[in-house]
Each structure stands twice: as C-alpha cells, then as structure tokens.
C-alpha cells in the first residue's frame, strides 16, 4: 500500500493474488481511514518484515494443513 492508500500488490501467505481477488478483499475505496490499524498492520519498518514474514508462513501452514488450526478461537 503506497501513502495514498493505494494497493498496487497483495498477497495470500506466499501467493499473489489476482487483480480480481485484489479488489475484492480491498475494494476500490479512497477513504484514507479504510486501512488502519487494528484491522491492517502496518509494514513501514525493516522490523516489522521479520513478523510480516511469519504471518505469511502462517497462512500457508494453515492452508496447506487444513485441520491442524481450529477457525476460531475465544
């Protein structure tokens, strides 16, 4: 996401999604306060790459190995 709240790329875990399933899951919205934290973290720092990486190993552990992670927890 670019400082006009713009998604050029966006990815599932390791896979690039399409531009069609890019717009679904972030629409074509210009209201600046549509990305904000808590719901979408923010990845502006050479730190925040470490945690950013393991998030998408996550997703494709989790999709990879249906079962293994219960959908929701308390």
Known sequence: MDRHKYVKVAYHGFKELSKEDKVMAYGSTLIRDAFDE???????TLFSLAEA???????????????LIPEATE
């Not at 808590?38 to 502006?44: C, R, V």
């Not at 996550?58 to 249906?66: A, E, I």
């Open 53 to 67: 990486c393991m998030f998408a190993q996550l997703v494709d552990f989790k999709d990879n190995n249906p079962g």
């Open 38 to 44: 808590p719901d979408y973290a923010l990845i502006d």
